[in-house]
DNA sequence: TCCTAAGCGAGACGGTACGTCTTGTCTTCCA
DNA sequence: TGGAAGACAAGACGTACCGTCTCGCTTAGGA
């Protein structure tokens, strides 16, 4: 029987310090353009000694993968169950995406909108490029050699799906959740569907 | 009769060091990524004094803008002559775009791909999105009131266009450029031939 | 009947944390200057929490003058005894000192030599010249009043002395202790036979 | 008849930050102890911008030794012409020095007394000590062989003088310059006598 | 052909932000 | 309960850019 690894707990004050960094990030998001913002100001609002932001991260952007790692997680939470079966399976992202961008609005366009981090819309569009792949029935992984048409695809699929929707969030059109999934599923699934019958 | 306007001939220096400014921002944009260019090392690789970069340009983000200016310029020049009948008329910028890329391909992939500028990338947007809402038979501004359905489409169509061609410049992928037309407008043309036919 | 007043036994635990970073000071003394030397560093060499060293010291110098108070201790508990009657009295102090820094020389280059810290000089120049003045029949305390001779007496003769042993100490010189004590005899004693005679 | 070397005319700015900046070192130093001092300050003093300050000295030791050169060239420049013969050539910088401590008392003391950075002291008392070596018909140059009697002799002058001047200047003691020269010269005089017969 | 206005390089300057380091206080956990 | 670990705020450090500016030299263009 080995004995457990002596693991310490971790300081609770810890966590605490590194939420409040991640909230005032997103906060300051809200008002103004990501490069804009110095990890002085981040540290400010979260009512935190500058140099304990680099005791927990190493600088702005590791802050925000962190944050993007909590979105993700956050978004796999709870998309997981699509009530209605979706026209496509490669479309069945859009309805809760759209749902999430809706229930969140100020947060979603924050983060992909004009001024938010190019690495967040980078990663929602790897993440959901992944999902794309998956259901045309590729290999979740890009492998190295000719890419296989699935890639192409879900890149056409998710860069349209992401034009839309941070269109939609920038303006504050009167264009309803629903009015949206229907215009992108109107235009993409006639092509989905022809690729897929092959 | 009123004497003409004094207006004496502009130095030739002038553009001989707005050019080399442009030219080096490109040249170091094939090597770094945009955010980490730093105005003194353009003007090192211009042959061009600092301060020199001020007198002519307000900043890196001003030269930046400058440049997208000239490309749009060189787009519009010989863009014009579509050889071919486009499958539909809110496509025809595809072909010739893939072919642009194809020929500046290391130029593209500097603009528009990971390391490029998002500024250049949302400028191709937008103009882009422009020429398939008039193609649309939409406004070619866009008004402030209820955003015509041809707003969102044209999102979808470039969205996609985009997403796709950066993914083609950004792998060195054996695809063709007539492949990658070809992929494209399968996926995008059903949609689109329903929503016009209306 | 009232309870003993409770005076905890204090921990043995606690000596040798102190001892451990008064060890761990001089040993660094010998490797860097006194200033470039970090509480965080004293505290590794001692293997001791830095948290611990602050239960200890107030600060690096705290424990500085508790290091100089133990050398003052150890300089008093031999130097008691000059065997051989001084050529004068006010230099009682030369031999037994020179003989110290002989046998301690390491130790001795580290505290009062370039890298060493001016406070140990000055303490030892403070404690001599204290011994001076004695000697020279003054009051061992400095009174505020207009100073006396002997104080100025004392700082020449000490000045000189720490000097001397300051610069053989620093370089490897071939110089004997003996000769070091000759040569500063030589130097001072004139001058102190004519004064003392007053 | 060769061409003029084309050394551009330095700006003339240039010399008044730079002074702005050694001023304020110094005006700081009669207030604060050296180490206490930050760069901040010294350029908040000098009013300049703490970044203009790294532009022209590495850090602020940097400026100290600039300092320290600008000290020596003015005791240089104005110790040359000792009106009255010395009592002994080794002491002839005595007198002076003590004049210059008088006149610049307060520099003095912000400089070598008990605050002061040590460099300005050890430099000071190299200066001197090289003096009094020639004076004692050695070699400026300090060899690398067994040390000549001389270099001993100098430091025991030197180290009893800087101590001397360091008390009177501490003190506010009513003792004039001429007492502090008769002092010094009593307790050294005989000794160095003897040594120059031989 | 000379003169004059400008373009230009060089770089000083005040700022802002960075990431690192050290200090001294404080909290939390463990033995 | 006290010591080790280490979180934390504060603030100095030296570096990198920025955008503004001043200074002379050079040079193109007009007289």
Chains 1, 2, 3, 4 share one sequence.
């Not at 693991?7 to 409040?20: C, I, L, T, W």
Request: aromatic residues 6%.
């Amino acid at each position: 029987m080995t004995a457990a690894p002596r693991r310490p707990r971790p300081d609770r004050r810890v966590e605490r310090s590194k939420q409040a960094l991640r909230d005032a990030l997103i906060a300051l998001m809200h008002e103004h353009p990501y490069e804009r913002i110095s990890v002085a100001d981040i540290a400010e609002r979260a009512n935190v000694g500058r140099s304990t932001f680099y005791v927990h991260f190493a600088d702005k952007d590791d802050l925000l993968v962190d944050g993007i790692d909590q979105l993700k997680a956050w978004l796999r939470e709870r998309g997981d169950a699509p009530e209605v079966t979706p026209a496509h399976p490669a479309l069945a992202f859009v309805r809760p995406m759209i749902e999430h961008a809706e229930q969140q609005r100020a947060l979603f366009r924050a983060l992909v909108g004009r001024g938010g981090a190019v690495q967040v819309s980078e990663e929602l569009h790897r993440m959901l490029a992944e999902l794309v792949r998956v259901a045309l029935g590729g290999k979740a992984t890009v492998a190295k050699r000719r890419p296989a048409p699935e890639e192409a695809i879900a890149e056409v699929v998710v860069g349209a799906f992401m034009a839309l929707l941070r269109w939609w969030l920038e303006r504050d059109s009167a264009m309803t959740a629903a009015e949206v999934e229907a215009t992108f599923t109107r235009q993409l699934l006639p092509g989905l569907a022809g690729w897929t019958r092959r």
